[in-house]
């Protein structure tokens, strides 16, 4: 009997963590968009000569900077097997251009 109350709950539960989520993940928006915009007007103007952005302008900025630099084409959250095959040929690629006696006569090393 508690079984079946149970399992009648649990997509409430899993909808409110979802609502929450939204709301956390807008809050945190807004808030970096202020920090932004802050930032911008206080170093901005005075480096660069730059005008001052408005709080929607510095939103803006943080989306545009997200879909620039964080959605890149990738699964999020997934490991990426092509930094190893990157990181062997670099290392074969090293091991042809060094000198091979580099180890046993440190005077001719570079």
Not at 45 to 70: D, E, N, R, S
Request: glycine share 10%.
């Amino acid at each position: 009997m508690n079984l079946k109350k149970l399992n009648r709950q649990r997509p409430l539960h899993y909808i409110l963590w979802g609502v929450g989520g939204l709301i956390l993940a807008a809050a945190a928006a807004f808030f970096f968009g202020f920090i932004l915009m802050l930032l911008w007007n206080w170093l901005m103007p005075v480096i660069f000569g730059l005008p001052a952005i408005t709080f929607w302008q510095g939103w803006g900025l943080v989306l545009l900077c997200h879909i620039l630099f964080k959605s890149g084409g990738h699964d999020h959250g997934h490991p990426n097997h092509h930094h190893g095959d990157f990181k062997k040929k670099f290392n074969e690629r090293l091991k042809t251009h060094l000198p091979h006696n580099a180890d046993e006569n440190p005077e001719t090393a570079c």
